[in-house]
T-cell receptor
Framework: AQTVTQSQPEMSVQEAETVTLSCTYD???????LFWYKQPPSRQMILVIR??????QNATENRFSVNFQKAAKSFSLKISDSQLGDAAMYFC????????????FGTGTRLLVSP | GAGVSQSPSNKVTEKGKDVELRCDPI?????LYWYRQSLGQGLEFLIY????????KSGLPSDRFSAERTGGSVSTLTIQRTQQEDSAVYLC????????????FGPGTRLTVL
């Protein structure tokens, strides 16, 4: 079974600084997707970034980038120039690329952003 | 609205009552997922629909839980004889159903069983 582990229950960062959230996963599949979702207090899960396992290049979306280390099964999220609006729960998630693609989530990291 | 909608937003019920939670996916999305978010269990998959069929119901926690989808659109999650451990946020997501496609989430229904 696939598992996703987030070892940081909470992280803090100051505005304009950079923070990295960690995620490791376990799977025997070779083809899969990894995601970072953001969940603000409104409860709405918002996709931040997505990485396809067969692509070696790390995904980037504006201030958000990932460090994908396939051999180490590591998938960290870097947030640059942090903003107050980045404060939220962040979930790392995995899905296979075959069959139906349910998401397997980590336990989440709460990100606090201070002025 | 172009997003996934869920109703009700919040539901408070008494132990032993039945509840129905509704999900309206994005128009044209063939895949629909239900997840549960609780303090003790984190985010867990419940059931997946492709069209009106549910190929995998293995995430449903007990036979008190059932779900259906009609017309390839709206889905209803029903919990019979609710228990306090059913208290959680129930999230619905839809996607186009193609490989690697993004899942779009609704705002969830917060269920509280007294």
């Amino acid at each position: 079974a696939q598992t996703v582990t987030q070892s940081q229950p909470e992280m803090s960062v100051q505005e304009a600084e950079t923070v990295t959230l960690s995620c490791t996963y376990d799977t025997s599949e070779s083809d899969y997707y990894l995601f970072w979702y953001k969940q603000p207090p409104s409860r709405q899960m918002i996709l931040v970034i997505r990485q396809e396992a067969y692509k070696q290049q790390n995904a980037t979306e504006n201030r958000f980038s990932v460090n994908f280390q396939k051999a180490a099964k590591s998938f960290s999220l870097k947030i640059s120039d942090s903003q107050l609006g980045d404060a939220a729960m962040y979930f790392c998630a995995y899905s296979k690329n075959t069959g139906f693609q349910k998401l397997v989530f980590g336990t989440g990291t709460r990100l606090l952003v201070s002025p | 609205g172009a997003g996934v909608s869920q109703s009700p937003s919040n539901k408070v019920t008494e132990k032993g009552k039945d509840v129905e939670l509704r999900c309206d996916p994005i128009s044209g999305h063939t895949a629909l997922y239900w997840y549960r978010q609780s303090l003790g269990q984190g985010l867990e998959f419940l059931i997946y629909f492709q069209g009106n069929s549910a190929p995998d119901k293995s995430g449903l926690p007990s036979d008190r839980f059932s779900a259906e989808r009609t017309g390839g659109s709206v889905s209803t999650l029903t919990i019979q004889r609710t228990q306090q451990e059913d208290s959680a946020v129930y999230l619905c997501a839809s996607s186009p159903g193609t490989s690697g496609s993004r899942q779009f989430f609704g705002p969830g229904t917060r269920l509280t069983v007294l």
